[in-house]
């Protein structure tokens, strides 16, 4: 058993309102440089709808993901051979159309016009090239339109199923479905990048571009199934969701979970099994991916798995706040939150509890009581949005796990309303689901009244002891890692240009003070290797 540690999330689909807030503070913080003007990290989908990019979820068209060959994994972008072939045409690549040409106004225009008979307007321009441009598409451009024909028809879940889901769709809700990278425990945008700039940190799983390695071929971009990874045309580099890692190490969370109006995100650590990762991902039933991937989790409270955890050199504090983990309870424990599709073969570790709302109210408008846990378990078969179009999107198409989600949720409801109402607490409605009295009431607190610190569980990052197995300092400062390179050739070949001045004196501060051996950067001329310029090594 080989132990790690990821920061994972969960998101209440219960919750959502669709207001977008999270969409905006992400982009503010982290894309709104020239390049991504189309790049959306976090992004609100209306289900049913196409997505952004439109239609990511058609892998016969993107080839993103896993496949399985012969019992064995491999990317569904081809071999290596194949990805070389295609190194400068790919042409399984979304085009700006695929997403939208993004715009901005000639506020100008509005504001200097001269005085005149006719009213100013700030005419629409492209972002890309400066020209007038008639709008025609955005990244939320089928906001609030789910259920039309029109729209739900480029939907590829519901080209897998029947024809008379489809015409009953048309009397369906919506819901809102937000979206970030899934920092994936099998990822397959780090196995097809041939510049190996894509990693995954080794102390906390996020999964991260290397921007000195990345040569802009965008095969992540084609690999990730889920259309996360984004092209800046700017500087010609691959971008994607960080999940505001210099936040999570000072164990704060997210940007857009500190905005989340309807405070539906959950962050918290899960430890997990690396050496069960790539068994579970090669299940040959996609059905069986979701219960695979959970047997991938290690429960915290286990002392063989805390013996274990910190033997691979994972710190207490975070096994402590594994066990605190709201993501872990959701996930494992009370089983209520489903992995966003696992038939991609990728582990995703953005999970989603899938919304109940409509049942209660279908049943309501029905003339029965919609919280009577009778009414409410013979409902849920009968949704008007079908079980399988949430199975399609949560569970690779079986409808058992998300029943049973639903479920625990109904009962929740039932049995919270009756305390809330006064009446004596029925035992039966949580052990017809699984579950006891106080576990019922735990989920409940969590999910409908969890404070800020039990939403957020994250411990701050770590610096493992000396001879740990992860004394590691940086995540990638090891022989072969990403973005690292010999010191030692490095100066060698630099010597070979010329001779290296004299190294210089020890810096000091304008009142003469010694800076303790660091060298002053201001004043060197980048050759050689001054004293102070790289940390000293033990046994060195």
Same mark, same amino acid.
């Given at each position: 058993?080989?132990?790690?540690?990821?920061?994972?999330?969960?998101?209440?689909?219960?919750?959502?309102?669709?207001? @977008?807030?999270?969409?905006?503070?992400?982009?503010?913080?982290?894309?709104?440089?020239?390049?991504?003007?189309?790049?959306?990290?976090?992004?609100?989908?209306?289900?049913?709808?196409?997505?952004?990019?439109?239609?990511?979820?058609?892998?016969?068209?993107?080839?993103?993901?896993?496949?399985?060959?012969?019992?064995?994994?491999?990317?569904?972008?081809?071999?290596?051979?194949?990805?070389?072939?295609?190194?400068?045409?790919?042409?399984?690549?979304?085009?700006?159309?695929?997403?939208?040409?993004?715009?901005? !106004? +000639?506020?100008?225009?509005?504001?200097?016009?001269?005085?005149?008979?006719?009213?100013?307007?700030?005419?629409?321009?492209?972002?890309? +090239?400066?020209?007038?441009?008639?709008?025609?598409?955005?990244?939320?451009?089928?906001?609030?339109?789910?259920?039309?024909?029109? @729209?739900?028809?480029?939907?590829?879940?519901?080209?897998?199923?029947?024809?008379?889901?489809?015409?009953?769709?048309?009397?369906?809700?919506?819901?809102?479905?937000?979206?970030?990278?899934? @920092?994936?425990?099998?990822?397959?945008?780090? $196995? %097809?990048?041939?510049?190996?700039?894509?990693?995954?940190?080794?102390?906390?799983?996020?999964?991260?571009?290397?921007?000195?390695?990345?040569? *802009?071929?965008?095969?992540?971009?084609?690999?990730?199934?889920?259309?996360? %990874?984004?092209?800046?045309?700017?500087?010609?580099?691959?971008?994607?969701?960080?999940?505001?890692?210099?936040?999570? &190490? $000072?164990?704060?969370?997210?940007?857009?979970?500190?905005?989340?109006?309807?405070?539906?995100? !959950?962050?918290?650590?899960?430890? !997990?099994?690396?050496?069960?990762?790539?068994?579970?991902?090669?299940?040959?039933?996609?059905?069986?991916?979701?219960?695979?991937?959970?047997?991938?989790?290690?429960?915290?409270? +286990?002392?063989?798995?805390?013996?274990?955890?910190?033997?691979?050199?994972?710190?207490?504090?975070?096994?402590?706040?594994? =066990?605190?983990?709201?993501?872990?309870?959701?996930?494992?424990?009370?089983?209520?939150?489903?992995?966003?599709?696992?038939? !991609?073969?990728?582990?995703?570790?953005?999970?989603?509890?899938?919304?109940?709302?409509?049942?209660?109210?279908?049943?309501?408008?029905?003339?029965?009581?919609?919280?009577?846990?009778?009414?409410?378990?013979?409902?849920?078969?009968?949704?008007?949005?079908?079980?399988?179009?949430?199975?399609?999107?949560?569970?690779? *198409?079986?409808?058992?796990?998300?029943?049973?989600?639903?479920?625990?949720?109904?009962?929740?409801?039932?049995?919270?309303?009756?305390?809330?109402? *006064?009446?004596?607490?029925?035992?039966?409605?949580?052990?017809? %689901?699984?579950?006891?009295?106080?576990?019922?009431? $735990?989920?409940?607190?969590?999910? $409908?009244?969890?404070?800020?610190?039990?939403?957020?569980?994250?411990?701050?990052?770590?610096?493992? &002891?000396?001879?740990?197995?992860?004394?590691?300092?940086?995540?990638?400062?090891?022989?072969?890692?990403?973005?690292?390179?010999?010191?030692?050739?490095? @100066?060698?070949?630099?010597?070979?240009?010329?001779?290296?001045?004299?190294?210089?004196?020890?810096?000091?501060?304008?009142?003469?003070?010694?800076?303790? *051996?660091? %060298?002053?950067?201001?004043?060197?001329?980048?050759?050689? =290797?001054?004293?102070?310029?790289?940390?000293?090594?033990?046994?060195?």
């Amino acid at each position: 058993m080989r132990v790690m540690a990821q920061v994972a999330m969960v998101m209440n689909l219960d919750k959502c309102i669709g207001c @977008h807030t999270c969409s905006v503070t992400c982009k503010q913080t982290w894309t709104n440089r020239t390049g991504t003007e189309y790049v959306w990290f976090n992004n609100v989908e209306t289900r049913p709808g196409q997505g952004f990019p439109r239609r990511y979820e058609d892998q016969d068209k993107w080839r993103g993901g896993w496949q399985l060959k012969r019992g064995k994994l491999v990317p569904r972008s081809g071999g290596r051979a194949r990805r070389l072939a295609r190194l400068f045409a790919n042409p399984e690549l979304p085009s700006l159309s695929d997403y939208y040409e993004p715009w901005t !106004y +000639d506020y100008a225009n509005l504001t200097q016009a001269p005085l005149g008979d006719d009213l100013p307007t700030a005419p629409p321009r492209s972002q890309i +090239d400066g020209r007038t441009m008639g709008i025609s598409a955005g990244p939320n451009w089928d906001d609030d339109l789910g259920g039309g024909p029109e @729209h739900t028809a480029g939907d590829p879940l519901l080209e897998k199923i029947s024809d008379q889901v489809r015409l009953e769709y048309e009397q369906a809700f919506m819901f809102y479905l937000p979206r970030i990278c899934e @920092h994936c425990l099998n990822p397959s945008c780090v $196995a %097809v990048c041939p510049s190996g700039a894509l990693y995954k940190r080794i102390e906390d799983g996020i999964v991260l571009v290397d921007q000195d390695r990345c040569r *802009g071929w965008r095969m992540c971009v084609s690999g990730c199934p889920y259309k996360k %990874v984004y092209f800046n045309h700017s500087t010609g580099k691959a971008e994607k969701c960080t999940l505001c890692y210099p936040r999570i &190490e $000072a164990g704060q969370p997210t940007v857009c979970s500190e905005t989340c109006v309807g405070r539906l995100r !959950y962050l918290g650590v899960i430890l !997990y099994d690396a050496d069960m990762v790539g068994e579970a991902a090669s299940v040959e039933d996609e059905r069986d991916l979701y219960e695979a991937q959970l047997g991938c989790f290690l429960d915290p409270h +286990d002392p063989e798995v805390e013996r274990a955890a910190a033997e691979s050199g994972i710190p207490h504090d975070w096994i402590t706040a594994a =066990r605190d983990s709201p993501v872990h309870a959701l996930i494992s424990k009370y089983k209520v939150a489903l992995p966003l599709h696992p038939e !991609y073969r990728t582990m995703p570790m953005v999970w989603y509890v899938p919304p109940l709302s409509p049942v209660v109210d279908a049943l309501t408008g029905t003339g029965h009581d919609g919280e009577d846990p009778a009414s409410l378990f013979g409902a849920i078969d009968t949704l008007r949005i079908p079980l399988s179009y949430l199975a399609e999107l949560f569970t690779a *198409g079986d409808p058992a796990p998300v029943e049973a989600a639903l479920c625990r949720l109904a009962a929740m409801r039932s049995y919270m309303r009756g305390i809330n109402l *006064g009446e004596t607490p029925d035992p039966q409605i949580a052990r017809s %689901v699984g579950m006891d009295e106080p576990g019922i009431q $735990a989920m409940y607190r969590l999910l $409908a009244l969890a404070k800020y610190e039990e939403r957020y569980v994250i411990p701050t990052s770590y610096s493992a &002891e000396p001879g740990s197995p992860v004394d590691l300092g940086c995540s990638l400062d090891e022989a072969g890692g990403p973005g690292m390179y010999d010191v030692e050739r490095f @100066h060698a070949a630099t010597a070979l240009v010329g001779a290296p001045d004299p190294e210089p004196e020890p810096a000091t501060d304008p009142a003469g003070a010694s800076l303790k *051996g660091r %060298v002053n950067l201001l004043g060197w001329n980048g050759q050689g =290797r001054p004293e102070g310029l790289f940390p000293r090594q033990e046994g060195a």
